[in-house]
Nanobody
Framework: QVRVVESGGGLVQAGGSLRLSCAASGSIFSINTMGWYRQAPGKQRELVATITSGGSTNYADSVKGRFTISRDNAKNTVYVQMNSLKPEDTAVYYC???????????????WGQGTQVTVSS
């Protein structure tokens, strides 16, 4: 069974920092793009940041300059370092991986279970 699991969420004060991790495990042939998304209560899920296997990154305007996405291909893990956190960053953060289980199969997206990030004022 292939799965992705997030960790590192929690409660922090405004201005603080948090580092989230997401590890993909199971029978995986390759992983292309990995990314972080978030969803606040009553709102749509939105892009936070993505990173390709080659290291190209993309950020939402709301997090540019504060968040940094990175990955360790050898560990099939993606991270997001979140600095200068604001109450508006409060949401469930989800990890996404674009992967193949074999070289013959098609590419599909797999979501993690989510981890709660709460920023207090």
């Amino acid at each position: 069974q292939v799965r992705v699991v997030e960790s590192g969420g929690g409660l922090v004060q405004a201005g603080g920092s948090l580092r989230l991790s997401c590890a993909a495990s199971g029978s995986i042939f390759s992983i292309n793009t990995m990314g972080w998304y978030r969803q606040a209560p009553g709102k749509q899920r939105e892009l936070v940041a993505t990173i390709t296997s080659g290291g190209s990154t993309n950020y939402a305007d709301s997090v540019k300059g504060r968040f940094t996405i990175s990955r360790d291909n050898a560990k099939n893990t993606v991270y997001v370092q979140m600095n200068s956190l604001k109450p508006e960053d409060t949401a469930v953060y989800y990890c996404n991986a674009d992967l193949k289980t074999t070289r013959w199969s098609s590419t599909y997206s797999l979501w993690g279970q989510g981890t709660q990030v709460t920023v207090s004022s």
